[in-house]
């Protein structure tokens, strides 16, 4: 039964549409990064797996995540309705013949704002550079297996995280594969893409993840 991370910072809003699409043989582990809405408390509601995670950082909450996960396979997604727990299965299935899969979005009118997708553009144009691995989108939806994403010793607890996790299995020479995924318009706003000041703040967090 694969365990499904999501890390959370206020998103009650969101989570009971994300919760209640998960595909059967899958658990949800809800990392509440400090939250100051009733999010921890919905997801129980909801009979997901909840984690608190005092540190604040994507990267901090996806490793707490993986910490507390115990299935072979671990997948990691945003809580905020922008990915389909539906797509999870064409995400994990790769993996019969793959160590890392990232999930392309592929995103509906005005899910994915301009200065996004051009900041995600430009970082995965200097991860092929560097690395040789040739991604279109560092997306927030992936699956790996959980005992060897510890062994790759992600040290980012900021934004940085996805990107040292493509970087280091790339060292690792892990087999990485992309696959599509539809992209929605979120619930609310966006702490990352929904702001300029969020995308820079993710922009610079993986640009010191490159150095």
């Not at 905020?80 to 999930?103: F, T």
């Amino acid at each position: 039964m694969p365990d499904v991370i999501l890390p959370v910072l206020n998103e009650s809003e969101a989570l009971p549409w994300v919760l209640e699409r998960f595909p059967d043989g899958y658990r949800a582990i809800v990392v509440d990064n400090g939250s100051t809405d009733d999010s921890a408390q919905v997801a129980k509601r909801l009979g997901s797996t909840v984690v608190t995670e005092p540190q604040r950082g994507f990267g901090a909450a996806c490793y707490a995540g993986l910490l507390a996960a115990d299935d072979d396979v671990v997948c990691f997604m945003d809580a905020d309705g922008s990915l389909d727990p539906s797509d999870l299965p064409s995400v994990v299935g790769p993996l019969a013949s793959a160590d890392l899969v990232v999930g392309a979005r592929r995103a509906e009118r005005g899910a994915w704002p301009l200065h996004a997708r051009l900041g995600n553009r430009v970082l995965a144009r200097e991860l092929r550079r560097r690395s040789g691995v040739r991604l279109r989108d560092l997306g927030p939806m992936r699956a790996a297996r959980r005992n060897d994403l510890i062994a790759l010793g992600i040290r980012d607890r900021r934004f940085g995280w996805p990107l040292e996790m493509v970087l280091r299995a790339a060292e690792a020479a892990w087999r990485i594969t992309e696959v599509d995924i539809p992209y929605r318009a979120r619930s609310g706003r966006s702490k990352v893409t929904g702001s300029v000041r969020g995308t820079i703040r993710t922009v610079r967090d993986m640009t010191r993840v490159l150095r």
